[in-house]
């Protein structure tokens, strides 16, 4: 006995992009305090906070390429398969005009 298939296309897992998305929430809500512990002056102080919100950024940059690229390939992809669609429909619209026009001049030549 075979088992069924899906003809459903797969979806990516995204349950544990909550937690993702906490933890930039959390250190962007953080970063007041961050900032406001260095002291004027401590240098070393501002390049651990400054490289750890650089990092941060980097990483939110990061992830949202990679959920663009996960996610929304399917909606370019819909949106590429609606365009084809709409100018099938669009050709098919032009021919049945061109048929009708070709149609009335052939009326009219033999009246």
Do not use: C, K, Y
Request: hydrophobic share 50%.
């Amino acid at each position: 006995m075979t088992e069924p298939t899906s003809t459903a296309p797969s979806r990516p897992d995204v349950t544990e992009m909550t937690a993702v998305h906490r933890v930039f929430r959390n250190a962007f809500a953080a970063a007041p305090r961050f900032v406001g512990s260095v002291a004027d002056g401590d240098t070393e102080r501002a390049q651990l906070v400054g490289g750890f919100f650089g990092d941060v950024i980097e990483f939110l940059r990061v992830h949202h390429e990679s959920e663009d690229a996960l996610l929304f390939v399917d909606v370019v992809d819909d949106d590429v398969r609606a365009a084809q669609a709409a100018a099938h429909v669009d050709d098919v619209a032009t021919a049945a005009d061109q048929a009708a026009a070709g149609r009335d001049q052939a009326s009219m030549a033999m009246a």
